[in-house]
Nanobody, 123 residues
Framework: QVQLVESGGGLVQAGGSLRLSCAAS????????MGWFRQAPGKEREFVAA????????YYRDSVKGRFTISRDNAKNTLYLQMNTLKPEDTGVYYC????????????????WGKGTLVTVSS
């Protein structure tokens, strides 16, 4: 049973930064693609960023390119999302996810999900 636990969310002013972490337990995910998704109030969950199992390949939604950086530490079984120059539209619950594949799927599909951490960006 894979368990993903996010942390690092909170309230930040526009232009600020946050770093999200996702700790995996239950089994190692060092050979699995992983990603971050978010859900804003009243909206559907959307893809934010994904990373292959080696970290060699990363993918971002257009609106966060240049501001967010996804990374992973396989030795610690932990995924990160560094978020800089935050905007009010980045507000939402951020979810960590893992795939059963080593490469990121074309549709960014994932198989395991955390419960999320809330990020609120004030203007």
């Amino acid at each position: 049973q894979v368990q993903l636990v996010e942390s690092g969310g909170g309230l930040v002013q526009a232009g600020g930064s946050l770093r999200l972490s996702c700790a995996a337990s239950g089994r190692t995910l060092s050979t699995n693609a992983m990603g971050w998704f978010r859900q804003a109030p009243g909206k559907e969950r959307e893809f934010v960023a994904a990373i292959s199992w080696t970290g060699a390949y990363t993918y971002y939604r257009d609106s966060v390119k240049g501001r967010f950086t996804i990374s992973r530490d396989n030795a610690k079984n932990t995924l990160y999302l560094q978020m800089n120059t935050l905007k009010p539209e980045d507000t939402g619950v951020y979810y960590c996810a893992a795939s059963t594949t080593s490469s990121v799927r074309g549709d960014y599909g994932m198989d395991y999900w955390g419960k999320g951490t809330l990020v609120t960006v004030s203007s």
